[in-house]
């Protein structure tokens, strides 16, 4: 299980934090300036986004496809990145690395399905959408056992970092939204455990 640290520095302080059993959420906002979350959003709204996300690989899940689009390693390297994988590994107990990192693109219509990320790893969700109303849905739902238990809101520019066993689920927007929900997805795991780092082969998404 992940533990986050107790204290966290009033600059990276998160503005909710709540725990299902003894697993954490902690959701931060304002981390970033608005010309790096209007530059983020425009090279992930052009990225060149696949058909073949999935919450999981069992059905049903399998027969829910997204879009998605990975990130290489090498993009990790950039400020807004190095940022949020420094702010995780700092916070996280055992310390964590990066599994890899990809951007969803979800849509009306779209069915979601709750799932595990890792038992033993934490996942980081930035919601990179310029402009969102609270009208327009796309929530991530987390659940206590079988049921839903807490939603936290896709606010532009907001932070969800969260141990990766909690069970949990994201939203399509609401049928009247004819904006894309994005989110950069940052999957990380132990040190010690052998994973599957970022391949450089995967498409970098350039940062102006």
């Keep these: 299980m992940i533990t986050f640290a107790p204290e966290i520095g009033a600059r990276h302080a998160p503005t909710r934090r709540f725990a299902i059993g003894e697993r954490e959420v902690l959701v931060f906002d304002d981390l970033f300036a608005n010309k790096t979350l209007r530059v983020l959003y425009q090279q992930m709204r052009a990225s060149h986004f696949h058909w073949g996300a999935y919450d999981s690989m069992t059905p049903p899940d ?109 939203s399509p927007p609401a049928r009247d939204c004819f904006e894309p929900r994005i989110n950069i997805a940052f999957k990380f795991q132990p040190r010690t455990s052998s994973h599957k780092r970022p391949s450089p082969a995967a498409r970098v998404v350039r940062m102006a």
């Design 62 to 170: 399998r027969h829910a496809v997204r879009w998605r689009a990975d990130i290489a390693a090498a993009a990790a390297k950039l400020p807004f990145f190095e940022d949020v994988i420094a702010l995780v590994s700092q916070i996280t107990t055992p310390r964590l690395v990066l599994d890899r990192i990809y951007v969803n693109f979800n849509v009306y219509g779209e069915v979601h399905h709750a799932h595990v990320d890792a038992p033993d790893g934490a996942t980081a969700l930035f919601c990179a959408n310029l402009e969102w109303e609270p009208e327009w849905q796309g929530e991530t739902v987390f659940y206590d056992g079988a049921e839903p238990s807490h939603v936290v809101a896709p606010r532009p520019g907001r932070l969800i970092v969260f141990d990766g066993s909690l069970r949990h689920r994201g």
